[in-house]
């Protein structure tokens, strides 16, 4: 669903991956946020941030999109500082996402066309990913007047088909009703198949465990744990996993 055709700095972007992180530090009040020795996100697939709130799965999400600084430390895109201009094969969607105030789908197309597609591509493309997305009935209403969950999907719907090489996602589903959950994990599971790099953060660990392939569970602004899916799920290494995976409360 993402085949984006890509000319302009599309087509001259240096690969965006792999994202590194060496140890990241940050503080407030005295409090850690964020404590990361080392982390790499290359490959394929789809990584799931899970972790009980508070435990700096935005703020980590953030500061390797290179949103917020961190007091030390540092955050490497393909060995360089992070810098969106120069890696546009990039995107991110946050819990609440931000719209052009225009139809649903000049929305679409304005991404598209920043990619470096046509106008006329552009408007075949959004037609097709606005399809997909179940928002075609919506895509000449302004996106001002959109629910929140419709907002949710439109941003998703807007990030996916501009076919960027990495995608960070906020609780892509949080105010979905089920179908539209559905209909967006089957789009993040093809852009995954299709080689997108996609890191999400879920609370719904059935979600994450639908479309992970790999968990990283965070608890205190630490990566407790960083495994395959089956193996997080099936043998958490330490009782601070064990117990969220249980439902348990983590302080
Ligand atoms: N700018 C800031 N100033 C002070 N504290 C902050 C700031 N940003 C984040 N925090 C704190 O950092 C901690 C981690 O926040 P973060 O949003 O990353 O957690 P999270 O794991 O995404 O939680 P949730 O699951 O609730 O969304 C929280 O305790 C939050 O209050």
């Given at each position: 669903m993402h085949e984006v055709v890509r000319s302009g700095p599309q087509a001259a972007a240096k690969p965006i991956l792999p994202v590194s992180a060496e140890r990241l530090f940050v503080r407030r009040k005295g409090r850690v946020l964020l404590d990361i020795e080392a982390l790499t996100i290359g490959g394929r697939g789809t990584t799931v941030l899970v972790g009980?709130?508070?435990?700096?799965k935005s703020l980590l999400l953030n500061v390797l999109a290179g949103l917020r600084a961190p007091d030390s430390g540092r955050v490497l895109w393909n060995g360089e500082p992070p810098n969106r201009q120069r890696y546009c094969r990039f995107g991110m969607v946050l819990q609440r996402p931000v719209l052009l105030r225009r139809s649903v789908r000049a929305n679409v197309e304005f991404a598209l066309r920043a990619v470096g597609s046509s106008a006329e591509q552009a408007r075949a493309q959004a037609h097709r990913a606005l399809e997909a997305a179940g928002l075609l009935a919506l895509?000449?209403?302004?996106?001002?007047?959109?629910?929140g969950g419709e907002m949710q999907r439109l941003a998703l719907t807007r990030a996916l088909a501009a076919g960027p090489d990495l995608l960070f996602l906020d609780?892509?589903?949080?105010?979905?009703d089920p179908a539209s959950m559905q209909t967006i994990e089957a789009m993040v599971r093809n852009a995954s198949e299709d080689g997108m790099r996609i890191v999400l953060i879920a609370h719904d660990l059935a979600q994450a465990r639908r479309l992970g392939d790999e968990i990283i569970f965070m608890h205190r602004g630490k990566i407790v744990e960083h495994a395959p899916t089956d193996r997080f799920f099936?043998?958490?290494?330490t009782p601070e996993a064990q117990a969220f995976i249980a439902g348990k409360i983590l302080i």
């Open positions: 009980p709130n508070g435990a700096g895509a000449n209403a302004s996106a001002r007047v959109l629910s609780e892509p589903t949080s105010s979905l099936g043998a958490p290494a």
